[in-house]
């Protein structure tokens, strides 16, 4: 091997081997940005779908997506006889079944994904409607009294700021829209949609944002999960102008929104890869035609063509490489702190570690095989050619 | 004493411009084990494409090239590669050192190629230098030495793998009389000591004094030889070859 030799050649054009190593970065960055997002808006987006495992959500259906599964969504509007009505279906657990408003606080950074802060009203003691199996962090995750709230953790990190920087917990008490209500439970690890919530009586939020006698939404819990198909076909021919949504029914909404998201975001991806492949492929192609004698001479004093081409491949693998390593704390950076309102952990780039690896190898090959293709073909005479 | 090298009616020609020039044409040599042998000729005459010939760097147009009584022309790409690497030294005029790697690695990269192992690797480069006179000098750059130094890296680098030919292409060409005289005589000592093989391409009669024969090389053809090896006085021996060159 003449690896060796690849890194004095990178340290011989110190300036050069620079700008190469910040060029990739910048593209390495940006691709673990779009990659890091794309995980984490995946994995929030099925998070979500999962939570609602044997449950049915109906909402009001709107002219233009209304079968997507914007499970927040603050722009339906269902009168509470209609959510009565579909609360007395047979079939249905009514003690985990509940009417819901949800009114958004924060906006979302994009669409399909939970507001950054949502308020949710739902019935008190019904909870496990909207709670599900969730655990609690600290306090109690059922509702007692109207001026009660149970905050998730990203919601209990939005009121910190409003808490003069203090913690908030239990017995802390937040302003939602002009009111004090007193934090009685906080949610453990949590999907997004509910990490962000600031749960309260349905009363409560209908009187803070002035929607008496109305609802965004009506969950149900179906008490034999195989009769959910049932279920929602009695739903659909008893009301009209609903939107009624099974696991399986947010699943593909999600399937296909991810689908058209991921096919964009690998364009994107595959175009800042290819971008950093050309960077790196044209300064070793540089290189090699500056070292032609060199390898002339190599050749004519016994080098075999595999030991050159890992000596050009080994170059252009440890730019690629010490490109990925500068990348990589950029990208961090970014997520972070230009991001972690929007965005809960920086996992989505952590976790794709070894992708990174595979990348910075594969970009690295990549742009190694026309130069070290240019050079295992340079002749042992060319170490002449210059006398 | 075995043959090393032999040629077999060998011929070169070089499109260029769309002629075909024959740079070697129909050469005849046979080369025996621990020779010191001198190629000259003017500028021109073919010895340089002759010995890249022999070194396994080119293929001749016609003819047959045998190193050890094996054809060159049956050998693949990495068949040559590994005669160039484990049996033949090459010495360059302008000394083709690697420019990033210093004195020692210069020497020592190429017993890579001849699958030596480190520590040896590491032992014979220390001891070659120290033949050399560049014990000193190891971690320089070949930038910060002069010219004969370079050429002793050069020389030192040539005998790494312990080949048993050395082809050294006008090893004195850039250098001043005195470190000349160095360079041949440390050939000349390769020859005695080691008793392995040197091929020598020069266009200096002086320089070729050094050899135990001399071929004189023209228009690609052989036009005369003398043998040195025992004549007390080579410097009418080389005259009388000088005229023959000029005729």
Known sequence: ?387 | MNMIVETKNVTKTFGMNGIAVEAVRGIDLQVREGEFVAIVGPSGSGKSSLLHLIGAMDHPTSGEVFFRERPLSRMNDGARTDLRAREIGFIFQTFNLLPMLNVFENVEVVMRFGGLAKRERIQRTESLLKTVGLAERMRHLPNRLSGGERQRVAVARALANQPALVLADEPTGNLDSTTGTGILELLREICNSRKQTVIMVTHDFRAASYADRVLVLRDGRIRGEAGLKGVTDTHKTLNQLLELELE
Do not use: C
């Not at chain 1, 491949?313 to 972690?340: E, N, R």
């Open chain 1, 1 to 387: 091997m003449l690896l060796d030799l690849a890194w004095k050649n990178i340290w011989r054009r110190k300036l050069r081997s620079l700008l190469t190593i910040l060029g990739v970065a910048s593209a390495v960055q940006l691709y673990l940005m779009v990659h890091g997002v794309m995980g984490t808006y995946t994995g929030e987006i099925n998070g979500q779908v999962n939570a609602f495992a044997g449950r049915i959500v109906i909402q009001q259906q709107v002219e233009s997506g209304g079968g997507k599964s914007d499970l927040t969504s603050s722009t339906s509007s269902l009168m509470e006889e209609t959510a009565e009505a579909l609360l007395a279906t047979g079939g249905i657990d009514r003690a985990a079944s509940s009417a819901l408003l949800f009114v958004p606080i924060a906006r979302a950074l994009m669409p399909y994904i939970p507001p950054a802060v949502v308020a949710v009203g739902l019935e008190p003691g019904h909870e496990a409607a909207y709670l599900g199996g969730l655990k609690a962090a600290s306090g109690r995750l059922t509702l007692e009294e109207p001026d009660e709230v149970i905050l998730g953790q990203g919601a209990a990190e939005y009121y910190r700021s409003e808490n003069n920087g203090d913690p908030v917990g239990i017995r802390s008490t937040i302003p939602v829209g002009g009111r004090t209500l007193k934090v009685v439970g906080i949610l453990g690890d949590a999907p997004q949609l509910f990490a962000n919530a600031v749960i309260m009586p349905l009363p409560t939020a209908q009187a803070i944002f002035d929607r008496p006698g109305t609802v965004t939404s009506v969950i149900l819990t179906v008490q034999n999960t195989g009769a959910v198909e049932t279920v929602k076909s009695s739903i659909q021919a008893g009301f009209s102008g609903l939107t009624v949504s099974t696991q399986d029914d947010m699943l593909r909404s999600a399937s296909s929104i991810l689908d058209a998201m991921n096919s964009f975001m690998s364009i994107i991806e595959t175009s800042i890869l290819t971008v950093a492949v050309i960077v790196v492929m044209i300064v070793v192609i540089v290189s090699v035609m500056e070292a032609r004698r060199e390898i002339g001479t190599l050749r004519a004093v016994g080098a075999a063509r595999w030991r050159i081409f890992t000596m050009v491949a080994g170059q252009s693998i440890v730019l690629s490489m010490m490109g990925t390593l500068v990348a990589l704390p950029i990208a961090l950076f970014f997520v972070q702190w230009g991001m972690s309102d929007y965005l809960s952990s920086v996992t989505g780039v952590l976790q794709v570690w070894w992708q990174i690896l595979v990348t910075a190898v594969g970009v690295g090959l990549a742009a190694s095989i026309l130069p070290a293709w240019q050079a295992v073909r340079v002749d042992p005479l060319e170490s002449l050619r210059y006398e």
